[in-house]
């Protein structure tokens, strides 16, 4: 790749993991980027692709390996990752935080004989904290501006 071109990768909004031009996976048949000897042929070929397939983004880097700019159907990626999301992150996780406390506690008011209330509440507790901190943290980005 000479010091003029720009490469384009495409990602799925909703998982942020790459993908080709049509959205599947890849592969070693369909891992290559996209070459472009402009930085404008590069955002006009990204904005047409975002038009055509609003589920995908396109990332476009530099001959140095860094991302140029990375451009993604705004309603989308906020439906996914933005304040929206955060907020939704945090009332499932307060949800199933509740539901797993409440399943150890029927198992321990009958005598620990409900197994399966404990493992049950587990894994909801152990859910209900990681969406809780990832509503939090996206919820703090958001309102912060980074």
């Known amino acids: 790749m000479r010091?003029?071109?720009?490469?384009?990768?495409?990602?799925?909004?909703?998982?942020?993991?790459m993908r080709d031009r049509e959205g599947n996976f890849l592969s070693p048949d369909n891992d290559a980027p996209l070459l472009?000897?402009?930085?404008?042929?590069?955002?006009a070929y990204a904005q047409q692709e975002i038009?055509?397939?609003p589920a995908l983004g396109c990332r476009i880097y530099?001959?140095?390996?860094?991302?140029?700019?990375s451009l993604s159907n705004r309603e989308i990626y906020d439906r996914h990752?933005?304040?929206?999301a955060a907020k939704?992150?945090?009332?499932?996780g307060a949800i199933?935080?509740?539901?797993?406390?409440?399943?150890?506690?029927?198992?321990a008011s009958f005598n620990w004989r409900l197994i399966f209330g404990v493992v049950l509440g587990i894994r909801f507790v152990w859910a209900g904290c990681v969406r809780l901190m990832?509503?939090?943290a996206g919820w703090k980005a958001e309102t912060s501006g980074s």
């Open 81 to 84: 990752h933005g304040l929206p």
């Open 36 to 43: 472009f000897d402009s930085l404008d042929g590069a955002r």
């Open 134 to 136: 990832d509503g939090f």
């Open 51 to 53: 038009a055509a397939k």
């Open 3 to 17: 010091e003029s071109q720009y490469a384009i990768f495409h990602f799925d909004i909703k998982t942020m993991s």
């Open 62 to 69: 530099n001959h140095a390996g860094q991302v140029v700019e």
């Open 96 to 107: 199933c935080l509740l539901a797993g406390i409440g399943g150890i506690a029927l198992d």
């Open 88 to 92: 939704r992150n945090v009332v499932i």
